[in-house]
């Protein structure tokens, strides 16, 4: 389906394989997922909700808590390409775009494509790789393209990375530069199950078992049917003043060094296009931009006390700014 159809077609139901709505195929894809990750509802539908706005995922969270099995599940979940990248420290950039090898019986470089080239790309544990192999991802997230020898390559469509990486305090990771980060369009965590949860876990046959009985829901073309189909998502004057006031007021908040990016401004409207499609709407609401506020711009900001950057300090400080900002011509509860 092309864009100009998909232009003709905004305002009425869309469509996607077994005549099922967006939303419709987004609870399907979250209801798969959720047989391996039991307790992290919101966390599953931002990830879900980050492939529809042709986003990249980084899941950042302790050992243990699930963050590749959600990769692998998102994956199993769309009948399209998955490749798995273990970083590591001894990883060559070459190991993640592929390299150029010279035939001799042609007596021409034949390109061998890596793990990059695949619709979704899982890399465990971004931050244990050293910087030059995390530059390696940048054109491809940035462009859908990488560029080995001086040829440029383009990856398939539609394409998403699910990186996960462990907090920085802990030993053997080193931090992904600012310019790395803004390439994520969310940032989410997991944490711990409740008690109830976990106790579920302990009744199943183990994740690995899960993984294998997840089947597909959804395909590329439903992906790239609803990726298109959020571009058209109605995003009234008004909400774009409110991005416009919460960027500024991130630029002079006495807490932060480093304030919102017009990239950043950008990524946030474009994710809650992609929320209100995916819950039955063709238009974006105030509520659709405070419920992703925390995973897209948490980590495009920087705090001023060093210490003091934790993903909760870092919360905290998102929840001032939508506290402090209101939406023009909407008037705020209790004025």
């Not at 089947?215 to 995003?235: F, S, W």
């Not at 004057?237 to 409110?242: A, F, N, T, V």
């Not at 006031?245 to 060094?257: K, Q």
Request: overall charge negative.
């Amino acid at each position: 389906m092309t864009l100009p159809e998909m232009s003709e077609q905004s305002g009425r139901p869309l469509e996607c394989s077994g005549g099922r709505t967006a939303a419709q195929v987004f609870e399907d894809v979250v209801s798969n997922i959720e047989q391996v990750i039991r307790g992290n509802a919101h966390s599953v539908r931002l990830a879900v909700t980050c492939f529809v706005a042709a986003g990249h995922l980084l899941i950042e969270d302790v050992p243990g808590v699930g963050k590749t099995s959600l990769g692998r599940a998102l994956a199993a979940s769309v009948d399209c390409t998955d490749r798995r990248i273990q970083f590591t420290s001894d990883l060559l950039p070459s190991d993640v775009t592929g390299v150029s090898i010279f035939d001799r019986r042609t007596s021409t470089f034949e390109f061998r494509p890596g793990p990059i080239f695949a619709n979704i790309v899982l890399g465990d544990e971004i931050n244990r790789t050293p910087p030059k192999t995390q530059s390696a991802l940048l054109e491809a997230m940035e462009e859908r393209q990488v560029t080995v020898d001086g040829n440029t390559y383009e990856l398939p469509s539609p394409f998403m990375v699910v990186a996960t990486q462990n907090p920085h305090e802990h030993d053997g990771t080193y931090p992904l530069p600012v310019s790395q980060l803004d390439r994520f369009l969310m940032r989410i965590h997991l944490g711990y199950p409740d008690p109830a949860d976990e106790m579920g876990l302990l009744l199943t046959h183990g994740s690995e078992e899960l993984l294998r009985e997840v089947k597909p829901v959804a395909t590329p073309d439903d992906i790239t049917t609803m990726m298109l189909a959020a571009r058209h998502v109605h995003c009234s004057s008004s909400l774009q003043r409110y991005l416009v006031d919460l960027a500024n007021a991130s630029r002079v908040h006495p807490a932060i060094s480093l304030g919102m990016s017009p990239r950043a401004t950008l990524a946030l409207q474009r994710a809650a296009r992609a929320w209100a499609l995916l819950h039955g709407r063709d238009f974006v609401l105030p509520d659709d931009v405070k419920a992703l506020a925390s995973s897209v711009i948490g980590h495009r900001i920087e705090l001023r006390s060093s210490r003091s950057s934790s993903r909760e300090q870092i919360a905290t400080v998102v929840e001032d700014l939508l506290g402090k900002v209101s939406v023009i011509g909407t008037a705020r509860p209790g004025a």
